[in-house]
């Protein structure tokens, strides 16, 4: 097995998937890195938790998850910097496979294996990225567990995002795609510095599709918008990634042409900002970050292997009463808990206690249902219980329990 492969598929054929995934949260020359460096572009950067979890959750998504009849898995390859290195275990065969580190060095092999392992007409791509990255003009470079190593072309530590993507013209993979869960703000001192003739290194060099390949459908999927930040949650996975697995399990899934749910390119970008958006998913985050999809193509990614998991949001109207009601969720017909049945099917919130400076929570109840028809209330007294019904269908489904 290759020395970056955490899973490999030994009779994959040429029409399989083919997954790069790279998280980069150590830092060796960033403050508080084993040799800090003091370069002024290097001013702000800091260690970060949350990418090496980011990455192994979806490098485990893909092996356990992903499924796609047309190109099934055939290979996943990842590479993590993280402050305490452990193996990545797989989630099927339980097997320890030691990770190599995120070096720019690495990184640039990883890739050139990963475009040879899909260099075939109906094969398919799929890279992730979650770490450091910068804007220098409207390029994005993401930065390697190294960056700075060099002092004199501190850029020699990076990947230039925007070449890889059109250097890979020049594999025969019909359809690729990007996920780049890394901050796209400008670096002033960089730019002054550096300039932008150096934006990172080009692992594979091209520009357009060469003649006799078939067309390259694409999707490249950003965590925010050019020359703005992205946000992670400290020791757990990012948001932007968070919402990503969260659209491949349903949200982001359609079934317009008969029972099967798929998520395609265009309907996962749909569901992605939307869970973004939202305070009971983002909380102090909501709309922090605006995820882009520029100039892709819509195809069919993943098909669910059962019924789409829907987020569901259930509030009061006012909202100022969420903090005071009791609320329950049961699928429709399920008997009430206590009653002739076992309950399982029945979900409940009580009131919340109060919060910081006794001001009331305003936010609605977050649940993840299965597909299907559902009963709320909101309990709040005696003469105020306020009960609907509602379908939990992609993407979501919000529901206001009114005063009667």
Not at 77 to 96: C, K, R, Y
Request: proline share 8%; net charge negative; hydrophobic share 40%.
């Amino acid at each position: 097995m290759a020395r970056f492969i955490v899973h490999l598929d030994e009779h994959a054929g040429p029409s399989s998937t083919h997954a790069l995934v790279i998280g980069v949260g150590a830092y060796a020359h960033l403050a508080g890195g084993a040799d800090p460096t003091n370069h002024p572009g290097a001013t702000g950067m800091r260690q970060l938790s949350s990418p090496p979890l980011s990455a192994r959750a979806f490098a485990r998504w893909m092996i356990e998850q992903y499924h796609d009849e047309q190109r099934p898995l055939g290979s996943v390859a990842l590479l993590l910097s993280e402050a305490d290195p452990t193996p990545f275990v797989h989630p099927g065969s339980g097997a320890q496979h030691e990770v190599e580190a995120a070096t720019i060095d690495n990184i640039v092999a990883a890739v050139t294996e990963w475009k040879d392992r899909g260099d075939h007409d109906q094969a398919r791509l799929v890279f992730y990225f979650c770490g450091h990255g910068v804007s220098l003009g409207f390029d994005t470079s993401l930065l390697a567990a190294d960056m700075f190593a060099d002092r004199n072309s501190p850029l020699n530590g990076a990947l230039h995002f925007e070449a890889l993507a059109r250097g890979l013209n020049s594999c025969r993979a019909g359809q690729q795609v990007f996920f780049v869960d890394a901050c796209r703000a400008g670096s002033d001192a960089l730019v002054r510095l550096v300039g932008r003739d150096t934006l990172g290194r080009v692992p594979v060099a091209g520009n357009l599709r060469p003649d006799g390949f078939v067309a390259r459908e694409h999707a490249v999927y950003f965590a925010t918008l050019h020359g703005e930040e992205s946000f992670a949650r400290a020791g757990s996975v990012s948001l932007f990634t968070d919402a990503l697995l969260r659209s491949f399990d349903g949200a982001g899934s359609e079934n317009t042409e008969g029972r099967v749910w798929r998520v395609t390119t265009g309907t996962l970008m749909h569901a992605i900002s939307r869970f973004m958006r939202e305070p009971p998913f983002a909380g102090v985050l909501a709309g922090g970050a605006v995820p882009v999809s520029p100039e892709s193509f819509d195809f069919d990614f993943h098909q669910l292997r059962g019924e789409p998991v829907v987020p569901v949001y259930i509030g009061c109207r006012p909202r100022e009463d969420n903090a005071f009601a009791e609320f329950v969720c049961r699928r429709a017909g399920q008997p009430e808990a206590g009653a002739a049945g076992d309950g399982q099917a029945e979900h409940r919130r009580p009131p919340l206690p109060p919060g910081p400076g006794d001001e009331p929570d305003l936010q609605e109840w977050a649940l993840f249902l299965p597909f299907g028809r559902y009963e709320v209330e909101a309990v709040l007294g005696p003469e105020d219980v306020r009960r609907q019904e509602l379908d939990a269908r992609p993407p979501l489904f919000r529901v206001g329990l009114a005063r009667p």
